[in-house]
């Protein structure tokens, strides 16, 4: 059976699903993401991601600054969808999600209920979780609390980053996305309370929105958690720090690293590192301490620079050992 579909959504996250539910051969009468906005120094204006991929496939598109609009309603109204689909979007008012008669659904990027929030899939690696995975779930009148449709469970590999996860759960969730919409239009859903999932033995986790606080490397932590944190920010916002020495001071992005599992060809080089201290041989590695153990950086960038592999950028700073993170 053919559905009807409006679909809101705005990140290269929400770009997958609406390209499955078009294969699958349902229409999308409209798209509803974020307006327009000037980003950078040169305050080019930027369009979403959903919104250039609706562009190539000549799809209505609507940007509404408020949902509550009265125009954006009536036009919503006048589409007489059969379902909304939502995925990375914001949160919608009840005069929205309640207009079509299969009503609303959400993706999310996490096995609800665990990691409701805004970055489900770069908390799930900064928390070093090993499993993880997305949720559709009906949308109700607070943040992805709604009743649990279907879910799929995504493993998590130890030194993947928050970006490969994210493209291996769009994936997945583009598929559960569409199998979804085949279950509400053939009445074959069972949904689930999210409140029945929640025992006394489990212990929720959030995913708030990152800051810029979020991403501050803290080398008090174990190697453990700043590897954690560096991947779970990897590509973007990415973890950062200072190097510092004397009056010089290096604000830098770190991409990659390794845990000082995964290393033991400099061990004799380094020794025991303080955290924030430095051990290199200035051509091929750069180990850092941390409050216990130590990390190996293998990707950074320093501020007004671009990505360097630590090769290159120890070639390009004369005696690193002399510096320190802060």
Known sequence: ????????????????????????????????????????????????????????RSLQVLQPESLKEEGFINDLKSFNADLFVV?????????????????????????????RGA??????????????GVTTFMIDDKIDTGEI???????????????????????????LVVETIDAIISDRVKRTPQSSLITGEITLREAPKLTKESGIINWQQTSNQVFNLIRGLSPY????????????????????ALDEISI???????????????????????????????????SIQAAGKRRLEIREFLSGIREISLYKFN
């Open 1 to 56: 059976m053919r559905c009807k579909i409006v679909y809101m959504g705005t990140p290269e996250f929400a770009v997958g699903p609406i390209r499955a539910i078009l294969d699958a051969g349902h229409e999308v009468c409209a798209v509803v993401t974020t307006p327009d906005k000037p980003v950078g120094r040169g305050l080019k204006v930027s369009q979403s991601s959903v919104k250039l991929f609706a562009q190539e």
């Open 87 to 115: 995925v990375a979007f914001r949160m919608l008012p009840k005069v929205v999600w309640s207009i079509p008669s299969f009503g609303t659904f959400n993706l999310h990027a996490s096995l609800l209920p665990q990691y």
């Open 119 to 132: 970055a489900p899939i770069n908390w799930a690696v900064i928390n070093g979780e090993s499993l993880t």
């Open 149 to 175: 449709l279907f879910s799929r469970e995504c493993a998590i590999e130890q030194s993947e980053s928050a970006g490969n996860l994210h493209d291996k759960l769009m994936v997945l969730g583009s598929n």
């Open 237 to 256: 916002p990415c973890a950062t720090s200072v190097l510092s020495y004397s009056d010089k001071v290096i604000p830098v992005k770190i991409y990659s």
């Open 264 to 298: 033991d060809s400099d061990s004799d080089i380094s020794g025991n590192l303080k955290p924030g201290e430095i051990a290199s041989d200035n051509k091929s590695f750069l180990r850092v301490g941390c409050g216990k153990g130590s990390i190996k950086i293998t």
